[in-house]
């Protein structure tokens, strides 16, 4: 092997061995740093040598395939369901009935019941090759492409597995991510996401695996199926799994009896709560295969498999007061304030009741005593009332009409839950809650001013705006509670750096109502600067990729008011950027907008990731696969014979590298460096 091959493998054993060791050990040897250097090194290499390319290269977790349409392929082995059962007499009596089918002792493995989307996936020669969802069971949906991007699915396997198999598991959100994700939504005025599952499953079907690539899932496995495995009983398989380089739960146990199963029931109904995701059960199997094989399937289910579900904790308590809490966009969100009570290892006091039709549907009155489910929500969630306690006197809720911040009259649009408080600039939740994310983290990023501060300067007068905060002086705010010169220093100076913020961040910082970091980013790119961006007609944003018509009627709306912008005027008068810099103008252009791009073969002139950025950088997407609404393909060398049918299959035109520079007229810059 010549030794850049060999490095390139070297580089990818590495490196999938440190993802092993985060992702499934939860225990890493290298800094997040040093990986970094280790994969942009690999993905430069294989940049400049793509005869050596591997699907299932770590550098391939990123993500970037598009699928528009899912294919739907039929499952080698079907997906079964599984029956349930929910008392002690329901597992003896599976007991019974099993007894009279196999001879011997039975051992059962038991394991937990994850709550998420199931998977099959499929390996060969160790690589993975295809993910399935469970679909009908007789056959699912290829998720390949994004499923390559959970870090925890081993794309190379290690060990003695076998040549060819299946192994099924669950696709989690485990509630930290979960729980990040909805900030990071509700900071740009969207719903958050009910529950870990759906978004679980939501995420597999997402079409742009990059977007996947971003979201904290995990996948657990608990099923080899397959012949010649070379393993007799179930325990004995996780066991493999493990080894081979799968994230197998450490729960599961070997039992001889069903007493013992419920000793771990009783076990993990506690426990499970400290787990880092959803559980809604325990799945008991048995053991031994061939006994597995002997008990059979029903119509629906094996035999030799059972599910016990956990009862959803519910408690009752009594509902104190309905408090209605003002958001940053001007939403409205009802909540319960409940007697302290114990659920689900925590104490809860307060609970979502999320809107006002929901209040109306279960006539929840204050006074009433309610039942409270903490299921996968993280908010506990308000099931019913108990009407045989409501008080004599209880009096209907009537859902406030006014602002309980500022008196407005609250509105209510066509189709949406949620009702609003309509004084953008009047109303203090509002007001500091938009000045808050204008200096966040991620939007201008200011150094030494917190949301305290923030709500301080608002309520002394100080500031009504975000383009206030360029007028401030130290002295105005040393006498400010907590503020010593050196701080406000820090403050003033913070402010002063943000000036350097790029266009695309300032743009997210103004909080335009679903314009958050992705689309922020977008508009930039598109218009380049803010006066353009706010003369757009509703027409000409639904025309930039992924822009709806409801973005484009809160962008056109915003830059109506001309609240907004006389202070778009102050913030360019401050010198705050409103423009893309000629540096991130350089080269870039909107000449292939519209446009979806296949790359296939090898460059001479050009690496296949400055053609993919050159393709980027002038407004084309880059696509993996042909399909119809393919523009055209740049074909280098040794294009695949399969893509070179289909391409000419649906009449789609092939292009040389030199073509495609001179359609962007960047002959000279490539061909020159050669
Ligand atoms: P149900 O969807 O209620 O019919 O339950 C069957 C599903 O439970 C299976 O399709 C799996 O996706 C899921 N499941 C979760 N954990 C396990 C486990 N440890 N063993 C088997 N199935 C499991
Ligand atoms: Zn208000």
């Not at 201008?444 to 501060?453: A, S």
Request: contains cysteine; glycine residues 6%; aromatic residues 8%.
């Amino acid at each position: 092997m010549n030794s850049v091959k060999q490095h390139i493998e070297n580089l990818r054993k590495e490196l999938r061995d440190h993802n092993f060791k985060y992702y499934v050990l939860d225990s890493a040897t290298i800094s997040d740093y040093d990986f970094d250097l280790k994969l942009k090194e690999l993905q430069n290499l294989e940049a400049k040598h793509p005869e050596y390319f591997d699907a299932n290269s770590p550098t391939q977790r990123v993500g970037g395939e598009v699928t528009k349409n899912f294919e739907t392929i039929p499952h080698e082995n079907r997906m079964y369901s599984l029956d349930n059962s929910y008392s002690k007499e329901d597992l003896q009596d599976w007991e019974v009935r099993i007894k009279k089918i196999v001879e011997g002792d039975i051992n059962y493995t038991c394991e937990l019941k994850y709550d998420g989307a199931s998977i099959s996936l499929t390996y060969e020669n160790g690589k993975l090759v295809k993910a399935l969802t469970r679909g009908d069971g007789f056959q699912g949906d290829n998720v390949t492409a994004n499923v390559k991007t959970i870090k925890s699915v081993p794309l190379q396997l290690k060990g003695d597995f076998p040549p060819k198999f299946d192994i099924r598991g669950e696709i989690v959100l485990p509630f930290d991510g979960f729980n990040k994700m909805n900030e990071d939504r509700i900071e740009i005025g969207e719903e958050p996401y009910r529950n870990p599952r759906n978004t679980a499953s939501g995420s597999l079907k997402l079409q742009d695996s990059s977007e996947v690539a971003k979201r904290p899932l995990e996948c657990l496995l608990y099923n080899l199926t397959g012949t010649n495995l070379g393993v007799k009983t179930q325990f004995e398989s996780l066991e493999k799994a493990r080894q081979w380089g799968f994230k197998v739960p450490e729960a599961a146990k070997l039992v001889s009896s069903i007493d013992q199963v419920l000793e771990f029931i009783d076990y993990w109904n506690e426990e499970r709560h400290k787990l880092p995701y959803e559980t809604d059960g325990v799945v008991i199997k048995v053991n031994n295969l061939q006994q597995q094989e002997e008990l059979g399937y029903t119509a629906k289910a094996p035999r030799w498999a059972i599910a016990y579900k956990f009862k959803a904790e519910q408690v009752s308590t009594k509902l104190e007061s309905i408090t209605y809490q003002v958001g940053r966009t001007g939403a409205i969100t009802p909540v319960a304030n409940l007697v302290p009570v114990e659920l689900a290892g925590t104490t809860v006091k307060r609970a979502s009741l999320h809107n006002a039709d929901q209040i109306a549907k279960l006539d929840i009155r204050e006074g009433d005593v309610v039942y409270v489910e903490k299921g996968g929500e993280i908010i506990p969630k308000i099931l019913g009332v108990d009407m045989t306690k409501r008080p004599a006197n209880s009096q209907s809720t009537n859902y406030i009409t006014y602002c309980p911040e500022c008196k407005t009259e609250l509105i209510r649009q066509e189709g949406e839950a949620q009702h609003y408080c309509p004084n953008y600039n009047g109303c203090n939740p509002q007001v500091i809650g938009r000045i808050q994310h204008f200096i966040s983290r991620k939007a201008m990023d200011i150094e030494g001013l917190g949301g305290e501060t923030v709500a301080l300067l608002v309520n002394e007068g100080l500031i009504s705006n975000y383009s206030d905060l360029y007028e401030l002086t130290k002295e105005q705010v040393i006498p400010l509670e907590r503020m010593a010169e050196k701080s406000a220093d820090n403050l003033i100076e913070g402010i002063k750096k943000s000036k350097t913020i790029p266009f695309e961040r300032v743009l997210y910082a103004l909080g335009i109502r679903y314009v958050g970091e992705t689309v922020a980013k977008k508009l930039a790119k598109y218009f380049k600067s803010i006066d353009v961006l706010a003369k757009a007609t509703i027409d000409e944003l639904i025309n930039v990729d992924e822009i709806g018509i409801r973005i484009a009627e809160s962008v056109v709306a915003f830059f109506l008011s001309e609240d907004n912008s006389f202070m778009i005027n102050r913030l360019k008068q401050f010198g705050v950027q409103l423009e893309m810099s000629a540096e991130e103008l350089i080269g870039k252009t909107n000449i292939l907008e519209g446009q979806s791009i296949v790359i296939s073969g090898v460059f001479e002139s050009i690496s296949r990731n400055e053609l993919k950025k050159l393709i980027e950088d002038n407004g084309g997407k880059v696509s993996s696969s042909i399909s119809s609404k393919t523009s055209y393909i740049v074909a280098g060398e040794n294009m695949g014979p399969s893509k070179k049918e289909k391409a000419i299959n649906l009449s789609i035109d092939l292009i040389s590298e030199y073509e495609f520079l001179q359609k962007l007229d960047k002959k000279h810059n490539f061909i020159d460096k050669k």
